[in-house]
């Protein structure tokens, strides 16, 4: 099979065509810029500098697109056994940005707080898109455009000078314009870079559909949809859905009566929304599937015309994440090193005192207040503190440790994201429905990547009086979690270019739900009151994680305490924290 990637080391950068710059031109600019046509002018020489910038520090939205690209098509190439090593996606490349005209430092600084670099060593991955830009700065717009008119480029961004974008009528190739506002600047020059990335993804869609359909090709196809609504380019050009950062709170999407009914009927087992397009149900195996279609069309029949109805005579069997490995204890280890363990997904602070710290984890390790937690603190197992909380409330599994005075100083309470760097966290209060590409770090897995496959999932089995949904993510590579890894926070990155927080969305508290016949035995056992159910494995089966919102549990925890009880992530204590990913706006020197 054919080679897709376009050589990424190849000075010659490939252009759209007239008709794809005119539709790219549509579908990403902003509100206040304007597309400014060629005008006809007296012609102005000008020389072209360029500057490298390393993606990984300074485009850091590309670069989380970009690796997320480059591991969905090494999957494909292994799925589809391709062994072609010339069009490899090396694992770091270098921005290659050109200016024509004047500049001073100051409008350096609006394209990265980094300095870029004039000289580039002949071992640097050059990214095959290189924007042209020019800032108006004391010439008038009409030598603006002129010089940036005559130049080829992929992309040809002017930054005015005023505060105003005038718009000149034609219909010849087109300049992007806009203001000196920073964030616009480098969103701008994201969407001009992850264009290239959508091209390939696209190329591994195609590809794919050649394929026999089966579930792993079911799933990479999902994945790539999934990366390319990530991009900002696809967050101008969906302008009729709503983006992560605007979408409605966390208000059920299922009608009140379908679930009203669904709860009332003793042979379902379990029902959510998948992927934001599908209603699935799961039965047990004598259920009269046309019967209960035809109802459910009845009940509500507007919301099965918006998601497609599925029923399958199968269940998802949950099994607790409790397996060995480090992470935080209610007992010591015994004599043989045997111990029931979570993970320790992270700290909140009082907002009034930021000595009281809390560690969050999961109920079914500490299902009791007042239970000691111990961890690993300088190679030795210590008590950390006492859990003051805990609830299985509303779908959720939680619970919290309060830390002791003398192990604060012994704690990172800084919040990281996938890639290890220490970030601002904010706790995201959104509708998930357009929540794609998710992220945690647990005890026994480590760092894993998923894809949210269902945003709104009941299951009767646990507890058919719990009205409260949960989520459910599906690992990209492998597995999102397992045995070990409870408590483990989920977040997601924010569409934005300057990429200096997360969302942090729910908690894992559940792994390795798979589809299984409904009349085979629920195999499980009981350890201390908490049923940990074994999962049978399945052809192709779904490994799912069940999850629970964060922001349900941290309010349960704030009425548990008292009314003016807060909490927050260390950076949501302060909108400038130093250790962000993405703080300092000084013009510092990076080496590539």
């Given amino acids: 099979m054919n080679a897709i990637l376009p050589n990424l080391l190849s000075d010659e950068i490939p252009l759209p065509s007239p008709k794809e710059q005119n ?5 990403s600019d902003p509100p206040e810029c304007r597309t400014i046509p060629k005008p006809i002018l007296v012609e102005t020489t000008g020389s072209i500098r360029f500057f490298g910038y390393k993606a990984e520090k300074c485009f850091q939205h590309f670069h989380y697109i970009y690796n997320l690209t480059r591991n969905c098509k090494s999957r494909v190439e292994e799925f589809q056994n391709i062994k072609d090593t010339s069009n490899i996606m090396s694992k770091g490349v270098v921005i290659k940005l050109g200016i024509v005209g004047k500049f001073t430092d100051d409008n350096l600084n609006l394209v ?15 990214w095959q898109a290189t ?24 992309h040809r961004i002017l930054i005015k000078s005023d505060t105003d974008c005038d718009e000149l009528n034609g219909e010849d190739d087109h300049i992007i314009v806009v203001n000196q506002n920073k964030e616009r600047i480098q ?36 994945e790539i949809e999934d990366i390319s609504k990530q991009m900002i380019l696809q967050k101008h050009k969906d302008t009729n859905v709503v983006s992560v950062e605007t979408s409605v709170g966390t208000k059920c999407i299922v009608p009140e009566d379908v679930k009203t009914y669904l709860f009332r009927m003793p042979d379902v087992l379990s029902f959510g ?3 934001n397009a599908t209603f699935k149900v799961f039965v047990t195996k004598d259920t009269d599937e046309k019967y209960l279609m035809e109802h459910l069309m009845k009940i509500n029949q507007s919301f099965f015309e918006k998601y497609h109805l599925e029923i399958e005579k199968s269940r998802l069997v949950e ?10 204890l209610h007992t010591l280890p015994d004599k043989d090193r045997n111990f029931y363990e979570g993970t320790l997904g992270g700290f909140v602070s009082k907002n009034e005192n930021e000595k009281m710290i809390y560690a969050l984890t999961c109920n079914h390790v500490f299902p009791s207040t007042h239970q000691s937690a111990y961890a690993l603190v300088s190679h030795n197992y210590a008590e950390i503190g006492k ?3 805990t609830t299985r409330e509303k779908s959720c599994d939680f619970a919290a440790i309060k830390i002791k005075d003398s192990i604060i100083n012994k704690c990172d309470l800084a919040f990281r994201r996938e890639d290890g760097k220490k970030t601002i966290a904010k706790v995201y209060t959104e509708s998930l429905k357009n929540v794609h590409f998710v992220h945690k770090i647990g005890a026994e897995t480590g760092v894993t990547n998923g894809r949210v496959v269902s945003d709104e999932y009941y299951n009767k089995i646990i507890n058919a009086e719990n009205q409260d949904f949960v989520f459910l993510v599906e690992g990209t590579n492998d597995i999102f979690s397992t045995g070990g890894d409870s408590g483990s926070l989920v977040f997601t990155r924010p569409k934005t270019a300057a990429q200096n927080f997360v969302y942090v969305v729910g908690m894992v508290y559940g792994s390795d739900l798979e589809l299984r016949d409904t009349d085979e035995d629920d195999t499980s056992t009981s350890i201390e009151g908490v049923n940990i159910s074994g999962a049978i494995h399945a052809t192709e089966g779904e490994n799912l994680s069940s999850c629970y919102r964060i922001d349900t549990a941290l309010e349960l925890f704030k009425k548990n305490q008292d009314e003016e009880f807060e909490v927050s992530f260390k950076d ?8 962000s990913s993405n703080s300092d706006d000084s013009n510092e020197e990076i080496s590539l």
Avoid at 319 to 327: A, H, L, P, R, S
Avoid at 572 to 579: A, C, H
């Fill in 572 to 579: 949501d204590l302060s909108s400038t924290s130093s250790q």
């Fill in 131 to 154: 924007p042209l830009l020019c800032f108006q700065n004391d010439l008038s717009l009409e030598l603006a455009l002129s010089m940036l008119s005559k130049e080829s480029a992929c």
């Fill in 187 to 222: 969103e701008i020059i994201t969407t001009c870079l992850e264009e290239p990335l959508h091209q390939i993804l696209q190329q591994l869609k195609e590809s794919l559909k050649t394929e026999t359909p089966t579930r792993n090709v079911s799933r990479l196809i999902d």
């Fill in 112 to 126: 990265s707080k980094f300095k870029g670099k004039r000289k580039l060593s002949e071992d640097n991955q050059i």
């Fill in 319 to 328: 099994k607790w994440t409790m397996k060995q490995g480090d992470g935080v």
């Fill in 23 to 27: 539709e790219i031109r549509r579908i």
């Fill in 273 to 275: 929304i998948w992927r």
């Fill in 387 to 389: 859990c003051v909380f």
